[in-house]
T-cell receptor, first 112, second 112 residues
Framework: NAGVTQTPKFRVLKTGQSMTLLCAQDMNHEYMYWYRQDPGMGLRLIHYSVGEGTTAKGEVPDGYNVSRLKKQNFLLGLESAAPSQTSVYFC???????????FGSGTQLSVL | DAKTTQPTSMDCAEGRAANLPCNHS???????VYWYRQIHSQGPQYIIHGLKNNETNEMASLIITEDRKSSTLILPHATLRDTAVYYCIVRVGTDSSYKLIFGSGTRLLVRP
């Protein structure tokens, strides 16, 4: 099993550009999450999903959209990137059968 | 969910026990205590969780006080690879969204 895979690992955007971050998990997990982490800070929850076709807002949802069309994938979209969205983005997933969150290795995004 | 308070940083000698405290004085009866750690810039890793009884696994022990207002994560024989940021999190066990909200954590430095 690959676990939780995030694509891409690095990306540089110009202000106003759009992009989509992909999170894929091969563990058949029901729950999926997107977090962001700014330098020296803890993780902040952006959006999450408790199952295919469902999404919900976390702590800092503004400027982001998400979709969960397939159970194994959770997409995070930035429609018009801003420098304040420069951050490391982590995806996580969890089974309904236990308590552990499994995290991906992160996507480093810079918005110039 | 209850908030947690952790020291910003701690250090311990390699081979000695590392005891990381966490205060959660507003915890309610159905809230679990979780510990995760983040090594360098990797995705966080699950360590352990508990409700009211002490817990032990292959990574660590979790000691929860009788009034549940604080807990301690114990790494019995710290190694250099245990240098990381450790997050203490509480959440409602019946929350179907299973949101984990990370704080700033404790930066543990294991000295040779």
């Amino acid at each position: 099993n690959a676990g939780v895979t995030q694509t891409p690992k690095f990306r540089v955007l110009k202000t106003g550009q759009s992009m989509t971050l992909l999170c894929a998990q091969d563990m058949n997990h029901e729950y999926m999450y997107w977090y962001r982490q700014d330098p020296g800070m803890g993780l902040r929850l952006i959006h999450y999903s408790v199952g295919e076709g469902t999404t919900a807002k976390g702590e800092v949802p503004d400027g982001y959209n998400v979709s969960r069309l397939k159970k194994q994938n959770f997409l995070l979209g930035l429609e018009s990137a801003a420098p304040s969205q420069t951050s490391v983005y982590f995806c996580a997933s969890k089974s309904s059968l236990n308590e552990k969150l499994f995290f991906g290795s992160g996507t480093q995004l810079s918005v110039l | 969910d209850a908030k947690t308070t952790q020291p910003t940083s701690m250090d311990c000698a390699e081979g000695r026990a590392a005891n990381l405290p966490c205060n959660h004085s507003t915890i309610s009866g159905n809230e679990y205590v979780y510990w995760y750690r983040q090594i360098h810039s990797q995705g966080p890793q699950y360590i352990i969780h508990g409700l009211k009884n002490n817990e032990t696994n292959e990574m660590a022990s979790l000691i929860i006080t009788e009034d549940r207002k604080s807990s301690t994560l114990i790494l019995p024989h710290a190694t250099l690879r245990d240098t990381a940021v450790y997050y203490c999190i509480v959440r409602v066990g019946t929350d179907s969204s299973y949101k984990l909200i990370f704080g700033s954590g404790t930066r543990l430095l294991v000295r040779p």
